[in-house]
């Protein structure tokens, strides 16, 4: 069965510097790969997702992803952050497209410090 | 202009009750989920309809019935409720696969939040 870990349950980073949180999967294929984003209170909102082709991954508010099949990483990238962008961040493995069953990893906490 | 709303946002009830949590999306999608999210943040399936048919059904007591009435609508119904159902309840949906919309993108509620006491 598909798995995916978020190494890191919460990161403090200062407002303006990068960030970077992990996601590994374990499938044997190449899944289906996205990132979620929830602020206190909200529903999930999709970052990013990669599917196939170029393995850096653009989406909203600044954020990227890049895909490193020999790692099984697929790691989100901000190279400034704002203190909008604390939240809970969700990896996610897709394996199934027909149904979009995703798993999803355990979360990372973002907090950000003046 | 709400794309899944969840309704009630905060459910506060008593052991052994049976209570429902209503969904509907007005995106025009064709499937729709339930997601339960423990304390801990941890988010897992529960249920998944395409078209008002169950395609996916994991592992959930079956005190939890969801009902899809038409497509734009996935209700939960929960009966006898225990105290480890206290969590809060995700509807999500997503547009067809494989179409010129078919992204794998799960579009979601703000959840409702469950609490038994």
């Known amino acids: 069965a598909q798995s995916v870990t978020q190494p890191d349950i919460h990161i403090t980073v200062s407002e303006g510097a990068s960030l970077e949180l992990r996601c590994n999967y374990s499938y044997g294929a190449t899944p289906y790969l996205f990132w979620y984003v929830q602020s206190p209170g909200q529903g999930l909102q999709l970052l990013l997702k990669y599917f196939s082709g170029d393995t850096l991954v653009q989406g909203i508010k600044g954020f990227e992803a890049e895909f490193k099949r020999s790692q099984s990483s697929f790691n989100l990238r901000k190279p400034s952050v704002h203190w909008s962008d604390a939240a809970e961040y969700f990896c996610a493995v897709g394996f199934n497209f027909g149904n979009e069953k995703l798993t999803f990893g355990t979360g990372t906490r973002l907090t950000i410090i003046p | ?117």
């Open chain 2, 1 to 117: 202009d709400t794309a899944v709303s969840q309704t009630p946002k905060y459910l506060v009830t008593q052991m052994g009750n049976d209570k429902s949590i209503k969904c509907e999306q007005n995106l025009g999608h064709d499937t729709m989920y339930w997601y339960k999210q423990d304390s801990k943040k941890f988010l897992k399936i529960m249920f998944s309809y395409n078209n008002k048919e169950l395609i996916i059904n994991e592992t959930v007591p079956n005190r939890f019935s969801p009902k899809s009435p038409d497509k734009a609508h996935l209700n939960l119904h929960i009966n006898s409720l225990e105290l480890g159902d206290s969590a809060v309840y995700f509807c999500a949906s997503s547009p067809p696969s494989g179409g010129a919309e078919g992204t794998g993108e799960l579009f979601f509620g703000e959840g409702s939040r469950l609490t038994v006491l």
